[in-house]
């Protein structure tokens, strides 16, 4: 199992990115996927999840609104499209192969910083 986040950055608050993740080394389109987070000092915090179709997606009510997961099976890859973030948004985040805790994540992870 590879997976490589990428998309991360510095970006003011109320403002957007959109993370991607390349997925290699295992059935993609069979996989539910999720994004995790990591902040400094603090536990890995789940931020969402698809279904291997895409058609169900879930996340948690701190993102809710704000926060997209996408994938795209042709292209072994899951988006997260994040929109009016928060300083409290700020952390390394990873996609992971995981649908629930512990979510082992794999790869480096992609630093968002949200600050002014």
């Known amino acids: 199992v590879q997976l490589v986040e990428s998309g991360g950055g510095l970006v003011q608050p109320g403002g957007s990115l959109t993370l991607s993740c390349a997925a290699s080394?295992?059935?993609?389109?069979?996989?539910?996927m999720t994004w995790v987070r990591q902040a400094p000092g603090k536990r890995l915090e789940w931020v969402a999840g698809?279904?291997?179709?895409?058609?169900?997606?879930n996340y948690p009510a701190g993102v809710k609104g704000r926060f997209t997961i996408s994938r795209d099976n042709a292209k072994n890859t899951v988006y997260l499209q994040m929109n009016n973030l928060k300083s409290e948004d700020t952390a390394l985040y990873y996609c992971?192969?995981?649908?629930?805790?512990?979510?082992?994540?794999r790869g480096q992870g992609t630093q968002v910083t949200v600050s002014s």
């Open positions: 698809i279904f291997p179709d895409g058609n169900i997606t």
């Open positions: 080394g295992f059935t993609f389109s069979n996989t539910y």
């Open positions: 992971t192969t995981s649908a629930g805790p512990p979510y082992n994540p």
